[in-house]
């Protein structure tokens, strides 16, 4: 099993350029999450999808769009990206919800915005 | 006021000692409780859950003083592999899907 992928692993985009981040797991689980980790931020999220068909807002979700394309697929879309999105990406899954299940981390997309 | 608070270090310790990591939270309703561990440009992997009555794996005990709102991480016996970022995390604002992500406490275990 390949847990959770993530392309592509780094990226070097133009202000105003747009770009989709590629998440797909293998565990079968229901639930999916963008989260972004800045310098001395930690771990934020971005978007969620508690289960297939259904996507919410996490705490930072301005400039973000999200598609849950199936049980397995989750991608973050940048439609006009800006210097404030340079940010190491991480796709995550879990079970069921993250309150009592573990999250399994993609290996993350380290994207530049010039 | 950041949710999770931890000291971001580093702590820097030899080979074979007990180090001590703390963490608080803001949210008294906070359910779930866990400590990731982050090697540099690597992604975040589960260390372990955080029960009520305290937890042990190993050589990592895990403490939990919900009066106190704080959580531990004790690791004892250091190993130069132990050498990483940990990250005290707690389930979140909506208390639902949502986790907290503390920014990290950065160990180096030196020979």
């Known amino acids: 099993n390949a847990g959770v992928t993530q392309t592509p692993k780094f990226q070097v985009l133009k202000t105003g350029q747009s770009m989709t981040l590629q998440c797909a797991q293998d565990m079968n689980h229901n639930s999916m999450y963008w989260y972004r980790q800045d310098p001395g931020m930690g771990l934020r999220l971005i978007y969620y999808s508690a289960s297939e068909g259904t996507t919410d807002k996490g705490e930072v979700p301005n400039g973000y769009n999200v598609s849950r394309l199936n049980k397995r697929e989750f991608s973050l879309r940048l439609e006009s990206a800006a210097p404030s999105q340079t940010s190491v990406y991480f796709c995550a899954s879990s079970e069921e919800s993250p309150s009592w299940s573990e999250q399994f981390f993609g290996p993350g997309t380290r994207l530049t915005v010039l | 006021r950041k949710e999770v608070e931890q000291d971001p270090g580093p702590f820097n310790v030899p080979e074979g000692a007990t180090v001590a990591f703390n963490c608080t939270y803001s949210n008294s309703a906070s359910q779930s409780f866990f400590w990731y561990r982050q090697d540099c440009r690597k992604e975040p992997k589960l260390l372990m859950s955080v029960y009520s009555s305290g937890n042990e794996d190993g050589r990592f005990t895990a403490q939990l003083n919900r009066a106190s709102q704080y959580i531990s991480l004790l690791i004892r016996d250091s190993k130069l592999s132990d050498s990483a970022t940990y990250l005290c995390?707690?389930?979140?604002?909506?208390?639902?899907?949502?986790?907290?992500f503390g920014k990290g406490t950065s160990l180096l275990v030196t020979p």
């Open positions: 995390v707690v389930n979140g604002w909506d208390s639902g899907y949502a986790l907290n």
